[in-house]
């Protein structure tokens, strides 16, 4: 699709995922081929800036970034 994500005035230019949204200051959501991953963490959730969260139903444990670009970066590679 090679569409850019806007994420804290930087644009990451990702291939495969869509529907990027932000749901409050640390948790967004992302679609990559119909699954929904779940990126949360940071300073507002009780953490550290650099610890970050990817989740999704079909794992059994979450993977864990460095921040939000990481995460998504690490989706797109997938």
Same mark, same amino acid.
């Given at each position: ?6 994420? +804290?005035? #930087? #644009?990451?230019?990702?291939? !495969?995922?869509t529907d990027f %949204? #932000?749901?409050?200051? +640390? =948790?967004?959501?992302?679609m990559? $081929?119909?699954?929904? $991953?779940?990126i &949360?963490?940071g %300073? !507002?959730a009780?953490g ?5 969260f990817?989740?999704? %139903?079909?794992? +059994? =444990?979450?993977?864990?970034?460095? &921040?939000?670009?990481? =995460?998504?970066k690490m989706l797109?590679?997938m």
């Amino acid at each position: 699709m090679d569409a850019g994500i806007k994420i +804290n005035a #930087r #644009r990451v230019f990702v291939n !495969h995922l869509t529907d990027f %949204k #932000r749901i409050t200051k +640390n =948790a967004y959501t992302v679609m990559r $081929y119909g699954t929904k $991953y779940t990126i &949360s963490g940071g %300073k !507002h959730a009780g953490g550290r800036r650099n610890e970050w969260f990817v989740e999704c %139903k079909e794992w +059994n =444990a979450p993977i864990i970034c460095t &921040s939000v670009v990481d =995460a998504i970066k690490m989706l797109d590679g997938m």
